[in-house]
């Protein structure tokens, strides 16, 4: 048996061709594109499926190049440094596609919103919270993410005091999923005159980003609207126009009656009436997450000797001064802290998925 037969039944490669088949002959009819919300839908599994086939063929091709080249190298052809980097290219192809064979949940293929708070200490973490969006805008862009920011409230001195960030793409949500709980700081505070080592935090909150093909209820009645000016910290940059959005929701969680206000800001744009359409998509995304929130509890039940990422567990520490990144739920770590701060989080993420995205499966 070849690597493309192996490789092939492993990720069920014959059957996914065949199921590409036949969900494009459903874009056939003449009426199709006259409903354009189920032709998106059938239009976005098409390409889910062909993702998949494609990721095989570059895994096929990768394998079957370092096999040619192999070759080529005992009879003297080519390089040992050549060999060792294509069985590289081969490893990472294979484990982007092993990866993406753990994200079989619906929400993990969305978009997703991020959060960031910065904790008590005023300064040092609202600095410290600017430093975790910058790497994950790094991220996003290393990655080919579209990212916008939609809300930022700026630190009193630096930094800042929280950002919602939307970044969409493909599996967005399934990887960073992982980033979800208290990030901590370690380092020598560059706004402390003795030069004390500090301790500074800020919370990360990962929620999918649904769009209009998913159904979510959302009641008018619970609905209200404030407006206000939106803007930099003055001069040029501050709107004089109320553009700027605050929408309150009345949320009654179904399952335990509890109540609560969700406030949602939005300044993305200067037009108010799409800062109103993105509240509503990040009010839409919230109750999604709710329900399947619900539903990752239920299956804790199951899984309750096994151990829980909570969502407002400490994940992480970043010390800067004996060079150490680690992961407190995986045990990775790294000592390369430019780079992770940089956007280089792929280890991490790789790492949470390899010992607990198993256990999320339906």
Known sequence: ??????????????????????EELRTHVPDF?????????????????????????????AVEELSIAWDFHKEGLVEEDEIDALY?????????????????????KMDVVLKINSGAG???????????????LRWAEKNGYKTSIANLLEGDEAGIKSATINIEGDFAYGYLKSENGVHRLV??????????????FASVFVTP????????????????????????????????VESGVRLRYQYTDPYTGEKEEILIENTETRDQPKNKENAM????????????????????????????????????????????????RTGFQTSDVGGVMDGDIDGFIKAYLMEFAGTEQE
């Open 88 to 108: 590289a290219d081969a490893i990472a192809k294979i484990e982007t596609l092993e990866l993406r064979n753990m994200l079989r949940r619906e929400e993990d």
């Open 281 to 328: 998509r990040q009010l839409r995304s919230i109750l999604y997450d709710k329900e399947l929130q619900h539903r990752l509890q239920e299956q804790a039940k199951i899984e309750a000797g096994k151990m829980k990422i909570e969502w407002g567990s400490q994940i992480r520490s970043y010390v800067f001064d004996d060079r150490r990144v680690k992961d407190h």
């Open 33 to 61: 594109w006259e409903h354009p919300k189920e032709a998106q839908l059938q239009m976005k599994k098409i390409k889910d499926i062909r993702q998949w086939i494609d990721g095989f063929n570059d895994v096929s091709k």
């Open 187 to 200: 380092r020598v505070s560059p706004y402390n005159a003795q030069g004390k080592r500090m301790t500074s």
């Open 1 to 22: 048996m070849n690597a493309r037969t192996r490789w092939g039944g492993i990720f069920d490669i014959d059957s996914k061709k065949i199921e590409v088949e036949e």
């Open 209 to 240: 980003l649904v769009d209009d093909t998913i159904e979510v209820k959302v009641e008018p009645a619970l609905l209200s609207w404030d407006t206000f000016r939106s803007g930099g910290a003055g001069g040029q940059n501050v709107n004089k």
């Open 122 to 136: 005023g300064t040092e973490s609202q600095d410290w919270a600017s430093m975790l969006m910058r790497m994950y």
